[in-house]
């Protein structure tokens, strides 16, 4: 069979949804650092505004240590032990049954603190390791092979622009640091999707900042294992703050992106009636470096959506995925500007 017959043969997969996990907070957290270890998912800080008072109405918004671990079925907990600090919208890896997390916020400014988290029977412990080159919050991050990439992102929250950053750490040996590759081609981005495309490292969409000025981006690049970027087919729309990374089906070779917020919406101020962002999910076929469409995430707004966004199901962003085989997981983020959900999406990925 010839390559473009082989193509043409792989199909999309088929995607079964259960939306009916939660975690055990009613109000949730966007921004959480997610990983598997241990056969459970977890889900760890990020922020919301407990008050229940939005940002448009002067509603404060909170770090959280707290973290929530969870099954395949959505059979959630709340741990008994917290993050060193409250903190959240960093980066994440999940290797060899440890969580290590990088950067991100808390309530005073962007982070430079990296943590390796171990579960034993004898408990839970974070080491520290070395701090990243520069504070960094609302970058992408990946795992591929033994190194973890973090991209992008913002290195306080006033900053009039977003960096070209790009970070790696061999999980190995960790206490070497960081290693500062060649930066992203392109504008410096902020809330990227990052993926691991065959081994080569990809990093799509995102929002430039242009004095402070938000700009999506629907361009795409591809690092591959010899260090140089290529330009990639640009997307049809943004999918800024897409949970991340992109998930990754064998069976078809593709990568795929849930949802994101597409920018149509940025400067319309709807405040409660704000219809949720996108629930597309895009296709990347890795060998023929193509974006296609791979259906919808399901979507089900009652009646009482405005006022009460948690019974409703949404497409959330700020958020990260966890991906265990064929398994994909999705916990709480962001449904609305402003408000959380603590729903666990879960998808099984099938053909």
């Not at 505004?49 to 109405?57: A, D, E, I, L, R």
């Not at 032990?81 to 400014?109: C, E, R, T, V, W």
């Not at 997307?235 to 991340?244: E, F, I």
């Not at 078809?252 to 405040?271: K, Q, T, Y």
Request: some cysteine.
């Amino acid at each position: 069979m010839d390559y473009l017959s082989a193509i043409a043969q792989t199909k999309m997969p088929v995607m079964v949804w259960d939306t009916t996990g939660h975690v055990v907070d009613k109000m949730g957290y966007a921004g959480a650092y997610v990983g598997y270890m241990g056969g459970k998912i977890y889900a760890l800080g990020g922020a919301n505004f407990p008050s229940g008072t939005p940002p448009w109405k002067g509603g404060e918004k909170v770090w959280s240590r707290r973290i929530f671990i969870f099954d395949a079925d959505g059979n959630s907990q709340e741990a008994s032990f917290m993050l060193p600090k409250p903190m959240g919208y960093g980066a994440y890896a999940s290797y060899q049954d440890k969580l290590y997390i990088a950067g991100g916020s808390d309530q005073s400014g962007h982070l430079t603190d990296v943590y390796m988290l171990q579960v034993s029977t004898g408990g839970a412990v974070f080491t520290q390791l070395p701090d990243l080159p520069a504070p960094i919050a609302n970058c992408a991050s990946v795992r591929i092979g033994d190194y973890w990439y973090i991209l992008g992102g913002i290195q306080a929250p006033d900053v009039k622009e977003a960096t070209t950053t790009c970070w790696r750490m061999d999980l190995k040996d960790p206490d070497k640091g960081w290693e500062i590759l060649t930066g992203i081609p392109g504008p410096g981005r902020m809330l990227a999707v990052a993926g691991n495309a065959d081994g080569n490292l990809v990093v799509v969409s995102g929002v430039q900042l242009i004095n402070g000025h938000r700009k999506y981006l629907k361009d795409a690049y591809l690092l591959d294992q010899h260090g140089v970027w290529q330009r990639l087919p640009d997307l049809q729309d943004a999918v800024a703050a897409a949970p991340s990374p992109a998930a990754i089906d064998q069976k078809s070779g593709r990568l795929l992106i849930f949802g994101g917020d597409d920018g149509s919406l940025a400067n319309a101020a709807l405040e409660d009636e704000h219809p949720g962002f996108s629930n597309k999910i895009l296709s990347y076929h890795i060998m023929d470096r193509k974006w296609g469409n791979a259906g919808e995430i399901p979507v089900h707004k009652g009646g009482d959506a405005a006022s009460n966004p948690g019974a409703s199901v949404w497409s959330p962003v700020t958020t990260g995925t966890v991906q265990y085989g064929n398994m994909i997981f999705i916990p709480m983020g962001e449904v609305r500007p402003g408000i959380r959900t603590s729903r666990i999406l879960t998808v099984c990925l099938s053909q």
